[in-house]
RNA sequence: GACCCGUUAGCUCAGCUGGUAGAGCAUUUCCCUUUUAAGGAAGUGGCCGUUGGUUCGAAUCCAACACGGGUCACCA
């Protein structure tokens, strides 16, 4: 650890800081002014005739990221959240300790300036130092300054570095901070509570989705870590809390890619007495409050592709969705062995034996996904593939369910919740069944839900927004790992293995 | 999982048809009190991702593997 040869000549600089009373890192350190206030506060110095003034004094703290050493002179850019200051330091100003400030503080430090305002001959508005005092000691050099960071993979591995080299990184993250609070906001001011559920289940629920597994020492038992909080929700909603939702992650033991992170973050919110229809009104509410309170425009690009906010959305029937976007003959919709032979002269691979509701799926992923651009609701599902949403009371086959999609990928999902005890346990066997012929990612008993089914739960519409794919859609970023502040990677080998002796 | 591309100094990158490693920045020493990627002079710094193979000789050609990126597939 730090025997790279520029890491071993800083931690040398650190020690003689020391040794001559300057504490590396000391903590008696007290804030100054932000970066940019300074320049506001100080912008009418650009206007006066001899450009300085020495009756003002100002502290402002920040990381060094440009130094310019002249002799007995220097100028030192530092950098705090909010921007850079040019500093202007002097032998005069400092006395002796410039020459070891020369020799000792270094790009990468943290720096606490104090000055007065002035404008330099080349019209930058500049504090010039009276002190200056190191803050923190960086025994880790800084990436090159003109070319910065660019390697993708030590942008994601080392997300601390990759802030402060590229400060523009930050800007997804804050619109998802704010995003999220507004998400709070909304729910909060239609009554909704906010709770958490548990992330170890005992069984892995509420998704078709395989679980990652860990184990309770003291129990000795194994957990899961949740897919879904979608059936401890239903459960809170039995036990009387009428508008819930939670905010949080959820962990799917699968593939990544630049859409699939295995933790994510996922709202799911919960409505006794009201309906699917009633959630598809309340997302396009969400969908217009979270673009005023970000300013968001109403068209947006995403990926090369502009996509269209406005509300209300589209809808169309999963069915005709197939016919209509994605110009499939109805004729070929009929049978299964047809809608077979159509995919296996598209090229396309399915397993074989699967239900028409399973080919319907296959067909929609592969004709219809990719052109839902403008926000679209498909409604109508096939029952088989939604085993928690209620039957249509006239087409048992169909569920009261829609989901959302945006530049061709999935945002929302929600449906009128099944609270039929009875019917929800045969559905859980069903899972069972097609769990055992091959399909490990199917819905495993869940006996407890069902029994709290059998006390009783109002009828409720429910529904789960991803919160990753909704930041990605309005930061225009095509990875998730843009939006994710420490995405999962792969460990690397790692050179630093500690060695027993 | 399949295919394509990448991996060379702390960072950003060159390195042709094989002949034994380069630049800029950073860093070290020196000069320099208004610089803007500051400037000038002289240095240091490399298991060329890993492991094999071909060859008199491999950063370079071949294979496998690792990690990353992209496209597709799978998956919500």
Same mark, same amino acid.
């Given at each position: ?160 570095? @990759? ?48 679980? =990652? ?37 959820? =962990? ?20 006794? /007495?009201?309906?699917?229809? @009633? ?70 691979? =399915? ?5 028409? #509701? ?22 109508? /599902? ?24 945006? #530049? ?46 059998? /006390? ?46």
């Amino acid at each position: 650890m730090f025997d790279n040869q520029y890491e071993q000549l800083r931690i040398e600089k650190s020690k003689n800081l020391a040794s001559i009373g300057k504490s590396p890192y000391p903590h008696n350190i007290t804030r100054g002014i932000p970066t940019t206030e300074f320049i506001k506060k100080y912008d009418y110095i650009q206007t006066q005739e001899n450009k300085r003034d020495e009756s003002k004094s100002e502290k402002v703290i920040g990381r060094i990221k440009f130094l310019r050493l002249m002799g007995k002179a220097a100028f030192l850019k530092i950098e705090d959240s909010h921007g850079l200051l040019q500093c202007y330091v002097s032998q005069n100003a400092l006395g002796d300790w410039f020459v070891d400030v020369k020799k000792l503080i270094e790009v990468g430090d943290i720096v606490a300036v104090e000055g007065f305002p002035f404008v330099t001959k080349t019209g930058e508005l500049s504090l010039n130092a009276k002190s200056l005092e190191l803050v923190t000691k960086s025994i880790v050099p800084l990436p090159e300054k003109f070319h910065g960071l660019k390697d993708i993979e030590l942008r994601y591995r080392r997300r601390y570095l @990759d802030m402060i080299m590229n400060q523009e990184v930050k800007s997804n993250f804050i619109i998802r901070s704010k995003m999220i609070k507004e998400i709070r906001n909304f729910f909060d001011d239609k009554n909704f509570m906010e709770v958490e559920t548990p992330m170890m289940h005992e069984i892995a629920g509420g998704a078709n989705a395989r679980p =990652f597994v860990t184990h309770h020492n003291s129990l000795g038992v194994d957990r899961f870590l949740r897919i879904a909080p979608e059936l401890h929700l239903k459960r809170l909603v039995v036990g009387g809390m009428e508008s819930v939702y939670e905010i949080n992650k959820n =962990f799917r033991n699968e593939g990544m890619d630049h859409t699939h992170n295995p933790e994510f973050t996922s709202i799911e919110f919960y409505q006794a /007495y009201s309906n699917y229809k @009633d959630l598809m009104r309340l997302t396009e509410e969400l969908f217009d409050h979270l673009r005023k309170k970000l300013e968001i425009e109403e068209i947006i690009e995403y990926n090369g592709k502009k996509v269209n906010l406005s509300t209300p959305f589209k809808e169309i029937s999963f069915k005709n969705a197939l016919i209509e976007i994605g110009e499939i003959d109805a004729n070929i919709l009929k049978d299964t062995k047809s809608i077979e032979e159509f995919l296996k002269s598209k090229k396309i691979d =399915f397993k074989p034996g699967l239900s028409r #509701a399973k080919l319907y799926e296959e067909l929609f992923d592969n004709f219809v996904e990719k052109k839902l651009i403008n926000p679209t609701y498909i409604t109508e /599902y096939p029952i088989e593939i939604s085993p928690l949403s209620r039957r249509d009371d006239e087409d048992s086959s169909i569920a009261q369910r829609f989901e959302l999609f945006v #530049a061709g990928s999935e945002l929302a999902n929600g449906f009128n919740e099944l609270n039929d005890p009875l019917d929800q346990y045969d559905r859980f066997l069903d899972q069972i069944n097609i769990k055992n012929s091959g399909d490990d990612e199917a819905h495993a008993m869940d006996e407890d839900f069902v029994r709290a089914l059998g /006390y009783g739960m109002p009828p409720t519409a429910g529904e789960g927004i991803g919160i990753d794919r909704l930041v990605m859609l309005l930061t225009n970023s095509t990875s998730i790992r843009d939006v994710i502040l420490f995405p999962a990677m792969k460990p690397v080998a790692n050179e630093d293995t500690i060695e027993v002796e």
